[in-house]
C-alpha cells in the first residue's frame, strides 16, 4: 500500500520554464491537496479537489494550475517558473469528512534558478 | 492566514525527558490534529481531537484541548532519539475541505 506518491522527488529548472508536478493515491480518497513548504513559513494550501472534477483555491494559487485526472491523480503545473515557487511541495489526500487525518507524500523539492 | 501556531518555536530535551508544545488558534474549531515531519518527509498524523473531547492519549502522546482559550498541547513522554522532528497543529478553517497548518515546533531529543 503505496499512499500517496509524489513525482518527481527533486527537480532544478530556469525561471520561464514550465513543470507538473504529479501526485496519485491509492487510497480511494475523495479530497486531494497540494501544499508548499517554506522556511518558517509552515505549510500554505495551494489548491486542493473536494471530489473528481473539481478544484478550489487554496491560500496562494496564484502562478499554479491543478489538474484533478481522475479519482486517483493531481496533478500541480507552473506554467512559468519563477525563483519565489522555490519551495517544497507536498501533495496530500483525505477520504471521509473533515473529521479525518490527511495524508501526505514525501514530497518534491523544487528549485527555480 | 495562519490559524494555528506553536510554542515554542523550538525546543531541546534529553532522552528520556517529557516534550509539551503549544497550540493556539483563533476561530471555533470542530477538531484540532496534530502532525509530525520528520527531516526530509511528508507530514504523518499523530492524532485527531474533537472539539467536544478534553483529552486524548496514544501511545506516549497526550492532547489536551482546551476550546474556551482556544488551545491544544501535545505531551510526549519519556522521550526518544527518534521522536526528533518538527511537529505541527492544524484546524479545518470555518470546518470546509481547508486545513490550516501552524508553522511548527521543532524538537530535538538528544541521546
Known amino acids: 500500500n503505496a499512499g500517496v506518491t509524489q513525482t518527481p522527488k527533486f527537480q532544478v529548472l530556469k525561471t520561464g520554464q514550465s513543470m507538473t508536478l504529479q501526485c496519485a493515491q491509492d487510497m480511494n480518497h475523495n479530497s486531494m491537496y497540494w501544499y508548499r513548504q517554506d522556511p518558517g513559513m509552515g505549510l500554505r494550501l495551494i489548491y486542493y479537489?473536494?471530489?473528481?472534477?473539481?478544484?478550489d483555491k487554496g491560500e496562494v494559487p496564484n502562478g499554479y494550475n491543478v489538474s484533478r485526472l481522475n479519482k486517483r491523480e493531481f496533478s500541480l503545473r507552473l506554467e512559468s517558473a519563477a525563483p519565489s515557487q522555490t519551495s517544497v511541495y507536498f501533495c496530500a489526500s483525505r477520504g471521509g469528512g473533515s473529521n479525518q487525518p490527511q495524508h501526505f507524500g514525501d514530497g518534491t523539492r523544487l528549485s527555480i534558478l | 492566514s495562519q490559524q494555528g501556531e506553536e510554542d515554542p518555536q523550538a525546543l531541546s530535551i534529553q532522552e528520556g525527558e517529557n516534550a509539551t508544545m503549544n497550540c493556539s488558534y483563533k476561530?471555533?474549531?470542530?477538531?484540532l490534529q496534530w502532525y509530525r515531519q520528520n527531516s526530509g518527509r511528508g507530514l504523518v498524523h499523530l492524532i485527531l481531537i474533537r472539539s467536544n473531547e478534553r483529552e486524548k492519549h496514544s501511545g506516549r502522546l497526550r492532547v489536551t484541548l482546551d476550546t474556551s482559550k482556544k488551545s491544544s498541547s501535545l505531551l510526549i513522554t519519556a522521550s526518544r532519539a527518534a521522536d526528533t522532528a518538527s511537529y505541527f497543529c492544524a484546524t479545518p478553517q470555518g470546518g470546509s475541505e481547508k486545513l490550516v497548518f501552524g508553522k511548527g515546533t521543532k524538537l530535538t531529543v538528544n541521546p
Open positions: 479537489s473536494a471530489s473528481e472534477g473539481t478544484t
Open positions: 476561530t471555533s474549531i470542530n477538531n
